[in-house]
């Protein structure tokens, strides 16, 4: 299994930006598509985005798609998620996760076997 760390959470306003960082430890990150899921406060958790192993595809949620990038740096072991333009609503434990496949179709959080232990966002009005 991949261990994964959050970081970069945090404070911000209404409009400003952030970006998350999961480092992961393990030779085998770079064979696995990585996925960002958030959970506010009283809501099930939600896909928000994933990166396939290479770093070639990309998807996102309907929510985030315009705003949010996701990307990664296998030299580093590091997926990345550029926030920009936050809104209120975007408040919420983010997570990172590891797919148990290079390439992921969907969102479904079954699919992804090993997970960070969260970072809180938190975007003001």
């Excluded at 496949?101 to 479904?108: H, L, V, W």
Aim: hydrophobic share 35%; proline share 2%; net charge positive.
């Amino acid at each position: 299994q991949v261990q994964l760390v959050e970081s970069g959470g945090g404070l911000v306003q209404a409009g400003g930006s952030l970006r998350l960082s999961c480092a992961g430890s393990g030779r085998t990150f770079s064979m696995y598509a990585m996925g960002w899921f958030r959970q506010a406060p009283g809501k099930e958790r939600e896909f928000v985005a994933v990166i396939w192993s290479g770093g070639s595809t990309t998807y996102y949620a309907d929510s985030v798609k315009g705003r949010f990038t996701i990307s990664r740096d296998n030299a580093k072991n590091t997926v990345y998620l550029q926030m920009n333009s936050l809104k209120p609503e975007d408040t919420a434990v983010y997570y990172c996760a590891a797919h148990r496949r290079s390439y992921a179709s969907t969102g479904d959080a079954t699919d992804f076997g090993s997970w960070g232990q969260g970072t809180q966002v938190t975007v003001s009005s």
